[in-house]
């Protein structure tokens, strides 16, 4: 608890903001906050879309929409700096995006074609994605994983 405060009065909520309006007709299964940003957000969608909303100064607003996925976005990550985010989709592809202005910087699709359900950059080295796809069959050994890695010069 932050200093001699009671555990309500530490979640006593100022009050309920709509932010995520846009996606009326699909779920959102994740929301996450910018690492080390308490005013940077974003939301994935199984719309196809990512928002990136921003919660203050100000009234919370939707900064941008980054769209270009076929299908649901299924996860996605903040890069450490949080200039890059990776996103994993129902069409079979990740895609990094320029969340500051939007852009697809690049995409990549699975060598299979499967729906892609969960990413993460590896902490230490934003060059290094991991992206797991469809779910294993039962009693498998596991799911296959896919490094993405930078191309050596």
Not at 1 to 26: I, P, R, W
Not at 37 to 56: K, Y
Not at 67 to 82: E, I, Q, T, Y
Request: hydrophobic share 40%; proline share 10%; with cysteine.
């Amino acid at each position: 608890m932050a200093g001699d405060t009671t555990l309500s009065e530490n979640y006593a909520f100022a009050g309920v903001y709509h932010v995520f309006d846009q996606h009326t007709d699909s779920a959102v299964p994740k929301v996450q906050f910018a690492h080390d940003d308490r005013h940077l957000l974003a939301c994935c969608s199984l719309d196809g879309t990512i928002s990136v909303c921003r919660l203050a100064p100000g009234p919370p607003a939707v900064l941008r929409v980054l769209r270009g996925h076929g299908g649901g976005v299924a996860d996605f990550a903040w890069s450490l700096s949080n200039d890059v985010l990776v996103s994993a989709s129902l069409d079979g592809t990740l895609r990094l995006w320029a969340p500051a202005d939007g852009r697809c910087i690049r995409r990549v699709p699975d060598p299979d074609g499967a729906a892609l359900l969960c990413c993460a950059f590896q902490p230490l080295n934003n060059n290094l994605t991991v992206v797991s796809g469809t779910p294993c069959p039962p009693m498998s050994s596991g799911c296959p994983l896919l490094l993405l890695a930078p191309q050596p010069p």
